[in-house]
Each structure stands twice: as C-alpha cells, then as structure tokens.
C-alpha cells in the first residue's frame, strides 16, 4: 500500500508494505525490492526520461548540427554507398535500414526527417539529394517512402570526411550489433549554416539557417583572434540567410543582441517588386516569401483580408507559380501607393513573419546550453581541431605500419638472391627470413605475399621513393601535432577549401536573404484607404442590410423579402461607420464599405455583427464625431453618452446601456435642444431639462420618469429646444407642435401629466 503526502508540511513521502511476509508476491532470481520516496523515485525516472529526450531526440550538437536522427539517416546512406554521384535508392530502403540497425523508432518519424533534408525550402543547403514528390512550399506533404529515392548531396558528404579515420567516436548501436558515430567530423558549421528546431522538456531550441561562406569567414577571424568581439562577427555573419531568401528587416543592435544572447527574434519579409503593365497601370510581384510560409495558406489569408475588406485598396490576388514564387497582387486603382499597399499587407498577412531564435545547443554532446554565436563557432573550430589531431594520429599509424613494410621489401630487393633461395628450400621460410635478416613477423609475411612481377628494378626505386615520401610525410605530422600554431593554420586551409567549395562562387552559394531597413511609413487608417463614394443604406424591418450605389432617392420603391418591409433607408458614403444599437443595450460598429452589395436583398445584420436572437435592432445610424446621445430603457432609466464612446472594435460590439430584471433598451436619440420630452405607456407626458441627466461612459443611467404600477414603461423620449416647442405628428400626419409646456414641465423622475390632446395612439413623438 503507498501512502501519499502532497503537502510541503509532511517530512516524507515513504512506501510501506501493508501485507503479510507469506503474502508477499514471488521475485525472480536476482531481483531485489527497494524502499525509497515516491517523490525521489518518479523524480529519478522522470529526469532519466528528459535527459533522453534532451539528448538523444530534440537538441542538436554543436559539432556537427545534427539530431541523432539525421546523423543516423546520414551514416546509414553513407553505409550503403549513396555517393552524391553514385545511383539512387528507395526511401523505404533507406528508412527500413536506419529504423533496422540505428534508431529503433517508427519508420513515418524517421522518413519525415529524411524528407525535410531534401526540401531545399526547408533546409538552406539540403543533405539529400531526393528524386520524386518531396513535398513543397505550398505545404503539400511528400510521397509515401516507396515512391521517392534519395542519395547523399556533396554537403552531406562533407559531414563525414574523415569519418572512417578514427576522427570521431563510436558507440554500440540499440542493440550492440553494430556501431555508429557519436558526432560527425563536419567540415562546415552545419548547425548555423542549416539551423535546428526541437522541442525537449522544459526547453526548446530554434535556430535559423546561415551562409556558409560568411560562416567560414567568421570562423577564420575567430582563429586567428579568440577573443573576437560579437560586434566583429556580425560583420562577417550580418544575419540569417533563409533558404527562402526574404528581406531581413531587423536593426543591426537587435541582430547583435541577439546573437549577443542566443535569444532574440529576427524581422523576415517577403520581396516584392512593381510590375510596369503599360497605360499607368502596374501590378505588385511577391518573388520570395518569408521562411516556413506555407504559398497555399499566404494566398488564402490574404485572399479573406480581400473579402472582408479590411485591405480596400487590394482587388485581387494570384499565383502564378512555377518552379519560381510568383504571386500577383492587383491594385484597386493606380493611385494606390504601392509601399503603403505592402506596409498594410506586412501588418495583416504572412508575408512578414518573425523568426524567434533559441540557440539552445549540446555542447560536447551532453550539456544543454543557450549559447551565443562565438560560443558555437568556438564549439566547432575546437571540433575541427580535435577530428584534424586524431586524424593525424591515425595516419601517422598507418605511415608507420607502412615504412615496415617498406623496409622489409628494401631488404629483399637488396638480397633477392638469398631471399629467393630461402623461399625456394627451406620449410619454414618465414623463421628463416626473420632471422637471418632480422625482419618482423609483418615484413616477413609481406615479403612472403609479394608477387614476382614485383621483383623488378623499378619497383625498388618506386619503393625508396614512397618510403622517402612516407617519411617527410611523417616529420611533418609530427611537427603538426607538436605545435598549436601549425594546428591553427591547417584548419583555417580547410576552411578556406570549404568556403571555396560551397561558398559565394558556388551553386546556391550566394546569400539568398537581402538586409535592408523597413521604410518609415505611418500605419493609414483603414478609412484612408477606402475609396469615396456615395452609397444609399438600407435596412429592413427583418434586419436585412446592403448598400446601394449612389444616392438614390429615399422614396425610391425597394425589394424586400417576402413578408419583409424597409425600417432605415439613408444616404451615406463608403468611408462613413455605422452604428447599430440593440435592445440589450450593446453599440456594433459597421463600416460601410463592408457591406453587402445592393444588387440583391443583402446579409441580415446579425451575420455582420454578433447581436443576438433574442436582441432587436433598436436603431442604425451613421456616426459623427463628437455627437452627444440620449440612451433610455424601457425602465424609464436613461443618460447621455458622447457618440466617440460607443464605437466598438469587435463584432461582439460595446455594452453602453445596462439593462437588468426584463428591460431593454428602448431610445437612441441625438440629443438637439435644452429639455428631454419623456412618455409612458400610461401616456403621461413629463419634460425637464436636459441638465438633469449626466453624461456617462456605460451604466444604468438615472431615473427620467416614474410609474405608478409595476408594469409601466417608457414608451418614448426625446430632446428638443423648449423655445421651440414640442412637435409631434398627428393621426392625419400632419406636424403639430405645442408651445405652452408649462404644465408638463417637472422634475426628472417625476410622474407627468396626461398628454395634450391631438397626441399620437402610439405614444411617440416620431
């Protein structure tokens, strides 16, 4: 039985046997039971568990770049001699062999992994060469792994120079059948030159890809100075270099702090060009879009920005790719600003994005370390340096094992006759040879294997040749290992070759994404960019609204649905809001250029904004600023509201008037004079200034009229000048006003007094 103590106050958490010694369960030979901790015990297994997903799936190595999968993929292709000019060979075949002896995981993760080297848009300088469908920007996913074929690339097999001269060490694989590298010798800096991605436990890491060229440069410089400053380096590494090009937009201090820190976030857009089509017209063309930009989902996003006109001045958009990016972007008119068209698209869309770097690394294979730039290029030039002293020890054993062999030859060609006679009659030749002439078991066994057309004169000489060679060979080996600085200068040559084999004057050597500073354009209001131009608004009782073009006339016969009638109809233009006001006291926002077209019976009103079904539209006007409002409930509750405070920025809207226990809001008035006409359903009429209301933000609002019973209501109000006089329209429509107010004329929240004669039935002032 296990007792479990989660508070912090108990002293330990302990396993205790609850049962009988007889009842304890049997226990294989060997096996021993332990008491310890719960909380220790899954702390242990837990730390062992992230430590392997740590080190053996999600963080790369600094050596070399590489997650064991790829370095897995690699050394398996490697193994069955994928040369990059060598044949193909299936996917499957590739996938089955690596899941078979190296990673023993599920083929799908492994071929994934093999399919992303070889995307030459996911991965600045592909390590598989892929032959079939291996997916592409627009997101579509490869073919299954029996479809496709693949082979190493060149930089693959950068990676693994070396490899099979004792440069790097080697483990037993899952199963102890087999070894395979722990870290690759890597000639380039693969981890910035590719960049990594993972996600561990309780870390991640996201590095963005370099060029390998401005890498190698880099690395020289820190060879020669190891104490660089960062701000040296970015001279030599200005930025990222995505295998998607893109225009990198991030100030210089923000690159250097980043790279300062191993954190920080990279500024990408996409590159763009104006298109000349002739008569003043013009069109944009994206070329390049910013990395890990799924094509298909770019369009789409900006083709719904379109649609739901929150770009005006873009009619249209197009793809018209092929093996390049090309897409079109159409103007509304040829007056648009072609930069401030894009600076709007860069704020609204994918084609500026933001590549959050973590350089979050294994330094040595084992400590995971948020490293700086320097910090990295320093774990591979000290790399390089190791695999170049154990490769050079290995050849040295290979010179020395040959100079034997050398020598014994020599000896034999100096006495062939004797050699030749001892071969011929003694019985154990090999024990006569070695001591007669003093010879090793391995010269006298190479002596023994040489073939006779080898007993030529000019082989002795091409033999003290080789030796003579060998040996000036060794004493500068010897010299390099005995000294630091030839040590240096022999890795800044292969840098050299390798900025030279795939730097800026090789294919895809070119840096790909350009540098340059955003342009100082202020963010233009949606209304700017919206052309002006007379609409007619109409809505209908049922809550149907569209657009008519033009100013039509307001008594102009209109379509409605069956059963439907007009409510508002009002001229307006297309950069004017509306604002829709609702009985459950919410203001919605509704800019006119959205909507809908007038050719048809339009949207209903609740699909443009979120007013609910059980909320009526209580009024629809355009706005104007600074404009003061009477809002009222049928509580005969009520206040004045500046029109600027109401606007809404989401189509959920702004709750203005609260409305509690069955009211709704009932009046949305402009407020046009000095005193508020208030009336009820008892058709009792009171008026008191407009003084007596305040002017909120949002609430409930005052008491403007009170009711003798619990079921009177406000039916009507307004605000007009008592100068004036109070007008209403009779039964026969025509205008009636009442000039001697005095008797109607009280206190705010007073009772009032019976209407005059004449009033309307409907007991409003209309």
Same mark, same amino acid.
């Given at each position: ?19 009988? #010694? ?38 790369? =190595? ?28 299936? @996917? ?72 099979? %001269? ?51 440069? +880099?690395? &020289? ?13 970015? !001279? ?35 590159? /763009? ?8 017209? /013009? ?11 799924? #094509? ?16 005006? *001045? ?37 084609? %500026? ?9 294994? *330094? =040595? ?44 030859? &020599? *000896? ?22 070695? +001591?007669?002439?003093?010879? @090793? ?36 080996? %010897? ?8 040590? /240096? ?45 007379? *609409? ?18 307001? !008594? ?5 649905? =069956? ?16 604002? +829709? ?21 339009? %949207? ?5 904004? !979120? ?10 006007? &355009? ?108 039964? +026969? ?34």
């Amino acid at each position: 039985m296990c007792v479990f103590a989660l508070d912090r106050k108990f002293a330990a958490i302990y396993t205790t046997s609850m049962v009988k #010694k007889s009842d304890t369960p049997e226990i294989p030979d060997g096996g021993v039971i332990t008491e310890e901790p719960l909380r220790r015990a899954l702390g242990d297994r837990y730390l062992t568990y992230a430590l392997s997903t740590i080190m053996n799936r999600a963080l790369p =190595d600094a050596r070399d770049g590489l997650k064991p999968v790829h370095r897995r993929i690699l050394y398996a292709m490697r193994e069955l001699k994928l040369d990059p000019k060598g044949r193909y060979r299936k @996917s499957s075949k590739i996938t089955g062999d690596v899941m078979g002896n190296y990673h023993p995981h599920g083929d799908a993760a492994i071929y994934d992994a093999l399919a992303r080297l070889a995307q030459d848009f996911n991965v600045r300088y592909p390590l598989v060469d892929g032959q079939g469908n291996f997916g592409n920007i627009d997101g579509d996913n490869p073919a299954a792994a029996r479809y496709t074929e693949a082979r190493m690339t060149e930089m693959a097999e950068a990676l693994m120079v070396g490899l099979s %001269e004792d440069s790097v060490d080697f483990r037993d694989n899952y199963d102890g059948s087999l070894t395979e590298p722990v870290v690759l010798p890597a000639e380039f800096p693969n981890l910035l030159a590719n960049g990594s991605s993972g996600i561990a436990v309780g870390m991640a890491t996201n590095i963005p890809p370099h060029n390998v060229g401005e890498l190698c440069d +880099a690395a &020289i410089h820190l060879v020669k100075a190891p104490n660089a400053r960062d701000e040296t380096l970015l !001279d030599y590494i200005p930025g990222p270099d995505f295998p998607t090009g893109g225009v990198l937009v991030e100030p210089r201090e923000n690159i250097l702090k980043a790279y300062k820190t191993g954190r920080g976030s990279f500024r990408l857009r996409a590159k /763009w060009e104006v298109e000349d089509l002739g008569r003043g017209q /013009w069109q944009i063309v994206v070329t390049e879009i910013p990395y890990q930009v799924q #094509k298909s989902k770019l369009i789409e996003k900006i083709a719904e920005l379109i649609n739901a006109k929150k770009i005006p *001045i873009l009619t249209d958009v197009r793809d018209e790719s092929a093996e390049d990016i090309r897409l079109i972007l159409e103007p509304r008119a040829k007056t648009v600003d072609p930069v401030v068209l894009m600076e709007t698209l860069f704020r609204q869309s994918d084609l %500026e994005t933001r590549f959050s770097m973590n350089m979050n690394v294994l *330094i =040595d294979g084992l400590v995971p370390v948020v490293s700086t730039l320097k910090e990295v290029l320093r774990a591979f030039i000290d790399h390089r340096r190791e695999v170049l002293l154990r490769r050079s020890r290995f050849r040295l054993g290979k010179i020395d094992a040959r100079l034997e062999v050398l020598e014994g030859y &020599i *000896i034999a060609f100096l006495n062939l006759d004797r050699v030749i006679e001892i071969i011929r009659y003694e019985d154990d030749p090999k024990a006569m040879l070695m +001591a007669e002439f003093e010879l @090793s078991d391995v010269q006298a066994e190479a002596i023994l294997n040489m073939r006779l057309r080898s007993l030529r004169k000019l082989e002795e000489m091409e033999l003290r040749n080789e030796r003579d060679a060998l040996l000036v060979e060794r004493a500068e080996i %010897e010299d390099l290992l005995d000294s630091d600085d030839l040590q /240096w200068a022999k890795i800044v040559e292969q840098l050299r070759e390798t900025r030279k084999k795939f730097g800026k004057g090789a294919p895809g050597g070119e840096r790909r994404t350009e540098l340059a500073d955003a342009p100082d354009v202020e963010e233009v209001p949606l209304e700017a960019m919206i052309e002006r131009e007379p *609409i007619t608004v109409v809505c209908s009782k049922m809550g149907w609204v569209r657009a008519m073009k033009g100013h039509i006339a307001l !008594d102009s016969e209109l379509k409605f649905k =069956d059963g439907d009638e007009g409510r508002f109809v009002f001229h307006a233009e297309t950069t004017d809001k509306l604002l +829709a006001f609702g009985s459950n006291g919410r203001f919605y926002t509704i800019a006119c250029s959205s909507l809908p077209g007038g050719r048809g019976m339009g %949207e209903p009103i609740r699909l443009i904004v !979120d007013l609910p079904n059980e909320a009526e539209l209580v009024d629809l006007f &355009i706005h104007k600023a600074g404009r003061k409002l009477l809002l009222a409930s049928s509580a005969g509750d009520g206040f004045i509201v500046n029109e600027d405070e109401v606007i809404a920025q989401t189509r959920t809207g702004k709750q203005v008037l609260n409305v509690k226990n069955g009211a709704r809001a009932l009046v949305c008035r402009p407020v046009e004079g000095d005193h508020v006409a208030c009336v009820g359903l008892n058709r009792k009429v009171l008026i008191f200034p407009v003084s007596e209301l305040p002017e909120l933000g949002r609430g409930k609002g005052v008491r403007m009229q009170k009711y003798a019973d619990k079921d009177g209501e406000l039916s009507d109000a307004r605000t007009f000048n008592l100068s004036e006089g109070l007008s209403w329209k009779d039964p +026969a429509g025509r205008t009636r006003t009442e000039t001697e107010l005095a008797e109607w004329i009280g206190k705010r929240a007073a009772a009032g007094r019976m209407a005059p004669r004449g009033f309307p039935r409907d007991n409003r002032f209309n």
